[in-house]
């Protein structure tokens, strides 16, 4: 049986659907996108064209949840679907869009750069516990204009897993799915095993920018999945109560899966998002606070009884290095997405109000994973029965350890972490020289990261990735690429 968590009862999930139906109405969505304003006025909403707010009757909202689909499957670069959008499954992947990185001593942050992000996607298929990759890093070392690409550019040379990404622009947008193609071997091949998710982002409250509004009736006209990230901060720009906010999410992201579906009937959408409570003392965005994790279970519990996949950010800390507050805030997260039953959920390895990535926590993280699919992977009865037989065949022996019972299932029934969890004795662990946690961790970066080996792409391929990329930073003024680190192995 598996072991769940449901914060709303069922009247106030009614509820909070009902006035969100009721704010797309009154006072509707702003939408700073011509293209999404016609789509809406053909469907029969009553768009006011000078302040751009479109005002959505339910009929329309009805029409687009009975068109989105229910579920659907995330391919890794092999064609293999690997991760699935839909029901309960729990998937994980490292949190996106980081303009810092915790270096290796674990107290200076700093601007990532190219061999930086090389890395971190290295890492991140060494990690069996996370299930996709990210978009993870902004580098600092190419042009602002294609930070967005850039990061896609590099992960496709040095990944296999399937990746969360997202566009910064309208026209880098293109190039990001040309590249996509030119991996799956066609704009169609990638459409029907789709190996990335576009973030697109409504603005608080209850707006839609040209840039993010156009990201996502691009995603669906290629059907390329779009995941709705709706981020009301409770206290600034939605209302205080938690509640509140999560009605303000429900509205902004009906609007988004209305959009999606008008676009393209059937276009893969989900249901996510990044909201927060607002800290009034410090004028910040805690992503570790208990209230913006109460925000994205309700929100989770809204989008399933919808039936949609669903999506959030949780297991991230605020916290500046990779401390106590760091593991309690990350582990609290990660612990109840698993058991709300979150298809992806975002945020492992950052720090410091999804700012800072860090390679050490990514792995500690990768155990608080570890052990949270584990949780939600229940109890069950293994043999019948289930101990009568093998305990009085031992009775009052405690000879377990030598069973056959013992070496069938101990590997099954435990979830048994790496050495960056120390479960030995106090003398072995000073023996080694008392190294904390965080030291553990380093270590186990870099054993990963010596036993990467990389993807076998084509020299064609690769030469196409590195045209694309490089037509577009040219476009912004800059004639050469960083050059990619090289691997062992290549």
């Not at 009614?14 to 702003?30: A, C, V």
């Not at 064209?49 to 687009?64: D, F, K």
């Not at 603005?203 to 390329?224: F, K």
């Not at 699919?373 to 000879?399: C, F, N, S, V, Y």
Request: aromatic letters at 6%.
């Amino acid at each position: 049986m598996r072991p769940e968590l449901r914060l709303l009862s069922d009247d106030l999930v009614t509820r909070i659907l009902d006035e969100g139906f009721q704010l797309l109405i009154d006072p509707g969505i702003r939408i700073h996108n011509a293209d999404a304003l016609d789509l809406l006025a053909a469907a029969g909403a009553e768009i006011d064209r000078g302040t751009q707010i479109a005002s959505i009757p339910e009929r329309i909202v009805r029409q687009a949840l009975a068109t989105a689909p229910h579920a659907f499957d995330l391919y890794d670069l092999d064609g293999r679907p690997v991760v699935h959008y839909g029901g309960d499954r729990v998937h994980f992947d490292p949190g996106s869009a980081a303009i810092s990185l915790l270096d290796s001593d674990g107290r200076v942050q700093r601007p990532p750069q190219t061999a930086d992000f090389v890395r971190f996607v290295q890492l991140v298929e060494r990690l069996p516990a996370i299930d996709a990759q990210s978009t993870a890093l902004v580098c600092a070392d190419v042009v602002e204009e294609i930070g967005d690409l850039y990061r896609l550019y590099l992960a496709l040379n040095f990944m296999r897993k399937p990746i969360i990404t997202g566009a910064f622009r309208k026209d880098t947008w293109w190039t990001m799915k040309d590249m996509l193609s030119a991996v799956a071997g066609g704009d169609e091949a990638l459409a029907q095993r789709p190996t990335a998710v576009f973030d697109v982002c409504p603005s608080p409250p209850l707006l839609w920018s040209d840039l993010t509004c156009q990201n996502l009736i691009d995603c669906a006209r290629a059907g390329i999945p779009a995941e709705l990230v709706s981020m009301p901060l409770a206290g600034a720009t939605a209302p205080v109560t938690l509640a509140g906010a999560v009605v303000q999410h429900t509205a902004e992201s009906l609007s988004g899966v209305i959009i999606g579906q008008l676009a393209q009937a059937g276009s893969p959408i989900v249901w996510g998002g990044s909201p927060a409570v607002f800290d009034m003392r410090h004028g910040t965005t805690p992503m570790g606070d208990v209230g913006t994790w109460m925000i994205d279970l309700a929100y989770v519990q809204i989008g399933k009884a919808l039936g949609l996949p669903t999506h959030a950010y949780l297991g991230m800390s605020d916290a500046k290095v990779v401390d106590a507050q760091a593991g309690l805030e990350s582990a609290g997260g990660t612990i109840l997405a698993a058991l709300a039953g979150v298809n992806m959920v975002s945020g492992a390895g950052m720090l410091d109000f999804e700012s800072c990535q860090s390679f050490e926590k990514l792995v500690i993280d990768a155990e608080i994973i570890g052990m949270a699919k584990r949780l939600i992977g229940g109890l069950e009865a293994r043999e019948d029965p289930i101990a009568l037989t093998l305990m009085r065949q031992l009775r009052h022996q405690a000879d377990y350890l030598g069973q056959e019972h013992t070496l069938r299932w101990f590997r099954e029934e435990f979830y048994l972490p790496s050495d960056v969890i120390d479960r030995g004795s106090s003398d072995a662990w000073h023996s080694r020289g008392s190294p904390t946690a965080f030291e553990r961790a380093r270590a186990r970066v870099d054993q990963l990261l010596a036993e990467y080996r990389p993807p076998a792409l084509s020299d064609e391929l690769k030469a196409e990735l590195r045209r694309l990329t490089t037509s577009a930073a040219q476009h912004f003024g800059m004639n050469e690429l960083p050059p990619l680190p090289k691997i062992s192995g290549e």
